[in-house]
């Protein structure tokens, strides 16, 4: 099942997500779903919250960064409950986008190394270091889980240039070849 993206402005998106235990119902189904709502959307990343479910859930399939790093081919992972244990290394900027907020694109900084502990789709605790532009997908995700967006991540300055493009996802008043649900119509 293909699910709609909740936009920008949703509430979902702004509030801390629920713990989940091995029993939450159908969650084969649903992290099936996740990835193919996030391969039909063309995102490298998706969390729970951007489909409207509020649990510490998100997937992601780093394999459109391979060209960059050779590691990402097969870096297809599942993540719940994750619980970020440290964030270090040198910061770096990198040019992110998102599926809720559509149509923008920010350089966001970032520490380049993590340890995130989690676990996997069937229930089994890793704790594991990523770097580079796996760690940038799994920040970026984990913060969905926090309720945080990547234009928190940004200057006020640019948040308030950016206010009319925002308003607009959040009227719908954009065009994306993915299934979206916003908040005011």
Not at 45 to 57: D, E, K
């Amino acid at each position: 099942m293909v699910y709609p993206i909740v936009s920008y402005g949703s509430q979902v998106l702004k509030k801390r997500a629920e713990v989940i235990d091995p029993d939450y119902p159908n969650l084969k189904e649903f992290i099936q779903s996740m990835f193919d709502t996030m391969y039909a959307s063309a995102g490298v990343g998706l969390a729970a919250p951007q489909v409207n479910f509020s649990i510490r859930l998100f997937v992601v399939d780093g394999e459109p960064f391979d060209d960059e790093d050779a590691t990402l081919t097969k870096f297809k992972k599942v993540f719940i409950n994750p619980e970020m244990l440290d964030e270090s290394g040198e910061r770096w900027k990198f040019n992110e986008g998102c599926l809720s907020i559509p149509g923008i694109r920010e350089d966001i900084d970032r520490h380049k190394v993590i340890l995130i502990k989690y676990f996997d789709e069937n229930f089994v605790e890793h704790t594991n270091t990523f770097s580079g532009i796996a760690a940038r997908i799994i920040q970026h995700e984990y913060d969905h889980l926090e309720g945080v967006l990547f234009t928190d991540r940004i200057s006020p300055l640019k948040r308030q240039l950016l206010k009319r493009k925002l308003n607009d996802i959040i009227r719908g008043k954009v065009s994306v070849d993915y299934k979206m649900r916003f908040p005011v119509k």
